[in-house]
């Protein structure tokens, strides 16, 4: 237990017990611990040769760009940046993700399982993007997103 020497009051040459910790026997213990692991860490290294194999992982593939179809206020249909008829919708989106997706070049199944993203104005009636939806699966295209804007 350790004492603790007052300023006055209490018995006069009389020491007080207090509660707190003796921490020096616990950082004698830390220090003992400390020595030991140190001596030990170099024995337990170990000095056989052993000749392991390499490694051969192969990169993941980077996901390909998103196509995005734009429908505005006038009805204009937009594959990436260039202007498309709803006739030739589903063609051009096709030709984009070609374009976009080189390491689906030529693959046709690849491209047409490829998510397409529509977004549209605000003020556009729900059947103009609802045709492009059509124009998109007739194609083949069954994975279509809708594009919303974070109001956050």
Do not use: C, H
Request: glycine residues 8%; charged residues 25%.
């Amino acid at each position: 237990m350790a004492g603790k020497v007052s300023s006055g009051g209490g018995k006069r040459g009389r020491m007080e017990v207090t509660a707190d910790p003796n921490v020096i026997p616990f950082i004698d213990v830390m220090l003992v611990l400390l020595v030991i692991f140190m001596i030990a860490a170099p024995i337990s290294s170990v000095d056989i040769q052993v000749d392991m194999p390499g490694a051969r992982i192969d990169p993941s593939k980077r996901p390909p760009r998103p196509t995005w179809i734009s429908v505005n206020e006038n009805g204009q249909v937009f594959v990436m940046n260039d202007e498309v008829t709803m006739a030739d919708l589903g063609e051009e989106t096709f030709e984009a993700v070609n374009e976009n997706s080189p390491q689906l070049r030529g693959d046709r199944d690849e491209i047409l399982d490829q998510r397409i993203y529509i977004r549209a104005d605000s003020g556009i009636a729900y059947r103009n993007v609802v045709r492009v939806m059509n124009r998109l699966q007739d194609k083949g295209f069954t994975k279509i997103g809708f594009v919303a804007e974070d109001q956050r």
